[in-house]
């Protein structure tokens, strides 16, 4: 769609959807592979995580809205918009499609033999490496960092292709991080809750530093945004401190949320094995 054609009236941006085939391609395998899952699962007589389904449910619908919805027109013409999408690919969506337990899920539903493959694959050398906090962490730093100080921003602005390769990165390096902090999947390196919560604190100095260096630039970054009519482009400098406005106080929200979520598993997870030492000492008075 040409800038020219985009309004920045509110109710004409509504109107206005990105369909991309290919996106949408994707998101209904995914959608149809969690389902089939789902019905396996049903039919096999066992029990299925309703808070994981519609965990894993509104995590779906968020990447829907951030890669169909007018979210994905207008980041083309507006930084703070593009921002709202990063943020969504990166701190919602991912974290609710961990807490779907989709590989628990496949675990369940696919054939003995094609299980005994997935289970493999999640402990080889391959992925292993990819559950170390540190790992993660480096790459949910990292990645931001490199793309927004390099060309890679700016030329997702000018290709279809690279836009949809930085989505995916956003949203692979996401799920990287993610998937030890909620820790809903089965790891072959589970991380414990201490770190988890060291993870997730050192993020936010990160963060906030990538925000500042945006916020504090005296010149439009990108000059694809500059260089837009009116009323893009002229407004292009204040757009981008929005952006960096939006990512220090959204993205440091986000990881509070977070951190407060794992304190409060960290003690439920305490108080039931407390719980399984009181009732082990209990049988073995009873016994005496």
Same mark, same amino acid.
């Given at each position: 769609m040409a800038t020219q054609t985009l309004s920045p009236e509110l109710g004409d941006a509504l109107g206005t959807w990105a369909v991309e085939p290919l996106t $949408?391609? $994707? #998101?209904? $395998?995914i959608a149809s592979a969690y389902l089939a899952g789902l019905v396996r699962i049903a039919r096999a007589g066992r029990g299925v995580d309703r808070t994981g389904v519609v965990a894993f449910s509104s995590g779906w619908l968020v990447l829907a809205l %951030? #890669? /169909?919805s007018p979210i994905d027109v207008y980041a083309d013409v507006s930084f703070s918009v593009h921002m709202a999408q990063h943020l969504l690919l990166t701190f919602v969506a991912p974290v609710l499609l961990a807490m779907g337990a989709p590989v628990t899920l496949a675990l369940g539903a696919l054939p003995a033999r094609a299980a005994r493959v997935l289970a493999r694959a999640m402990r080889s050398r391959a992925v292993t490496p990819l559950t170390s906090p540190l790992a993660g962490w480096s790459l949910f730093v990292g990645v931001p960092v490199v793309v927004h100080a390099t060309r890679l921003f700016e030329? *997702? #602005?000018g290709s279809p292709g690279w836009? %949809? /390769?930085?989505h995916g990165l956003w949203i692979g390096v996401a /799920? $990287?991080?993610w998937w030890p902090i909620v820790g809903a999947d089965p790891s072959p390196r589970p991380v414990r809750y201490g770190v988890r919560l060291l993870s997730l604190t050192l993020v936010m100095p990160a963060m906030s530093f990538l925000a500042l260096a945006i916020y504090t630039a005296d010149r439009p970054l990108y000059p694809t945004y500059a260089a837009l009519p009116s009323p893009w482009g002229p407004g292009a400098l204040d757009d981008q401190r929005n952006a960096a406005a939006m990512m220090w106080i959204a993205g440091n929200l986000a990881l509070v949320v977070a951190m407060l979520v794992v304190a409060a598993m960290w003690k439920r997870h305490d108080d039931e094995r407390q719980r399984r030492l009181e009732a082990r000492e209990d049988a %073995?008075? *009873?016994v005496a």
């Open positions: $949408v391609a $994707v #998101l209904l $395998v %951030a #890669l /169909l030329w *997702s #602005l836009h %949809a /390769l930085e /799920l $990287v991080y %073995a008075i *009873s």
